[in-house]
């Protein structure tokens, strides 16, 4: 089993920067590649970025440029550093992990932290 506790989730008004942080605890060995996701209300839940554990990242199109994703191993955590953030940028946001062992690959989330963007 794996947990994932996130945080660094407020309200910041538009243009602002925020850092998010999940830190991975239990079988972390498992762990390959880490995202954080976000799902605003009445949407459904999308990638925003994810890095694996040899350091090579995907974005969404729509924080290409303002969202920089990064892993410390030796913490088990990832952050996100959001830049110039919009209020469609306003969701909860999730930290994802992909499980692979011997028993298969498993999905692990965290419970999710809210950022809200409004002036």
């Known amino acids: 089993q794996v947990q994932l506790v996130e945080s660094g989730g407020k309200l910041v008004q538009p243009g602002e920067s925020l850092r998010l942080s999940c830190v991975a605890t239990?079988?972390?060995?498992?762990?390959?590649?880490m995202g954080w996701y976000r799902q605003a209300p009445g949407k459904q839940r999308e990638l925003v970025a994810a890095i694996t554990n040899g350091g090579r990242t995907n974005y969404a199109d729509s924080v290409k440029g303002r969202f920089t994703i990064s892993r410390d191993n030796a913490k088990n955590t990832v952050y996100v550093q959001m830049a110039s953030l919009k209020p469609e940028d306003t969701a909860v946001y999730y930290c994802h992990a992909l499980l692979v062992a011997t028993w298969g690959t498993r999905d692990a989330w965290g419970q999710g932290t809210q950022v809200t963007v409004s002036s």
């Open positions: 239990g079988n972390v060995f498992s762990i390959t590649t």
